[in-house]
């Protein structure tokens, strides 16, 4: 494997110094004890980073958990839940454990931005519903505006936004300003993109107190290890690995999609660390299989009336790698 461009994973991996760091904090807790009851100190951690306070707060083991639990938990029976499309795939596998319907917009060519008048209506038309959105969109790559959640918070008495990628989005699309506006926002975020910590399982929830001590009920205690708190309690101390990555991510990002454009594919407009992409005249599972032989992986998620390949921005030479077998393939 030569260049791993399918998970939307980070492209750097933790420094040695701050793995030392994170392993001697591990090091020095008694291994025998249960984590912290409640996480006070991480859930602090997160809070002194997002500006919230420490009961707004509810970590998970992954923010894939916590989106399940709120799934679970703010659900009435009969609740649908609406998703635009294409969507993250678990987010149809949780309404599924649920037992939930769900209903579908769809994101359309070339830049893929949510048609919100026929959100809303169709939000209104299935009520009780919960939207379930994810900004920036996996696996298209935009993102929803401050206004637009504003007047879906006036048809829907719960939001769930999935901002995994925000840290790769400008400072418009971080939805945690309306949270003091919209006491049924649910944002959900997570170490695993941003913080290069997905092998660490760690995310968390944000909504006023009311939804958070609900959903609180619908974790289990201890579902966040101490591996996972340490990681967190080291990485919150010192962001700058962190930022730089996450800065790197963002450039390379572009020179990316323009290069990808140069090769006359139509790239969506991205906010997150993966472009969403299709090559005219192609086959989107032949570039697949292409780029597999030469150990990159990409992901082809096409469907029927819509050929399109989602690649991870990877480190230059990985996404250099990639471009030159497209070219090769074309
Ligand atoms: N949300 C989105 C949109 C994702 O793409 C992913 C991971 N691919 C997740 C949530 C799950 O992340 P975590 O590792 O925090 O469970």
């Given at each position: ?8 994973e980070s492209p ?5 110094d701050l793995?030392?760091?994170?392993l ?9 004890y249960?984590?912290?009851?409640g996480a006070?100190?991480?859930r ?12 707004e ?15 679970n ?8 839940l ?10 149809f596998?949780?309404?599924?454990i649920?037992?939930?319907k769900?209903?579908?917009v769809p994101l359309s060519a ?7 008048e ?8 299935k ?10 969109n ?14 879906l918070?006036e048809?829907c008495?719960?939001?769930l ?6 840290e790769?989005?400008?400072?418009e ?8 506006e919209i ?23 944000l ?13 289990l205690?201890?579902n ?6 340490s990681?967190?309690?080291?990485l919150l101390?010192d962001p ?8 790197a991510?963002?450039q390379?990002r ?22 969403f992409f ?9 570039l697949?299989?292409h780029c597999?032989k030469?150990g990159?992986?990409?992901r082809n998620?096409a ?7 989602r690649?991870t921005?990877g ?16």
């Open positions: 494997l030569k260049a791993k461009l399918d998970f939307n750097v991996d933790v420094p040695d793995k030392d760091r994170i001697a904090r591990l090091k020095d807790r008694r291994w025998g249960y984590p912290a009851f006070g100190e991480l602090q951690a997160l809070a002194n980073r997002t500006g919230r306070s420490a009961e707060i509810v970590p998970g083991n992954g923010s894939g958990e916590l989106i399940g639990a709120a799934i938990i703010l659900a009435r029976p009969g609740t649908t609406i998703l635009p499309t294409p969507a993250f795939s678990l987010y596998q949780l309404a599924a649920a037992g939930l769900t209903a579908t070339p830049d893929f931005e949510i048609d919100e026929a959100f809303l209506s169709l939000c209104k038309e009520a009780p519903a919960i939207p379930l959105l994810c900004s920036p996996n696996p298209t790559g935009g993102t929803v505006t401050r206004t637009f959640v504003k007047k918070a048809a008495p719960v939001i936004v999935d901002q995994a990628y925000v790769f989005s400008r400072p699309d971080d939805l945690l300003p309306l949270l003091d006491p049924g926002l649910v944002v959900f975020r997570t170490f695993s993109k941003a913080f290069s910590a997905a092998g660490f399982r760690i995310g968390y929830a909504a006023r107190q009311p939804l958070m001590d609900e959903l609180r009920k619908a974790v205690p201890f966040v290890d101490i591996a996972a708190e990681f967190a309690a080291e101390a700058t690995f962190s930022e730089e990555s996450v800065n991510v963002r390379e572009e020179r990316f999609a323009s290069a990808l454009r140069a090769r006359g594919a139509l790239v969506a407009p991205s906010q997150g660390n993966f472009l299709s090559l005219p005249g192609t086959y989107p599972d032949d697949r299989r597999q030469s990159v992986r990409v998620l469907t029927a009336d819509l050929p399109y390949l690649v921005v480190r230059r030479e990985d996404n250099d790698l990639f471009l030159t077998l497209m070219e090769e393939f074309r």
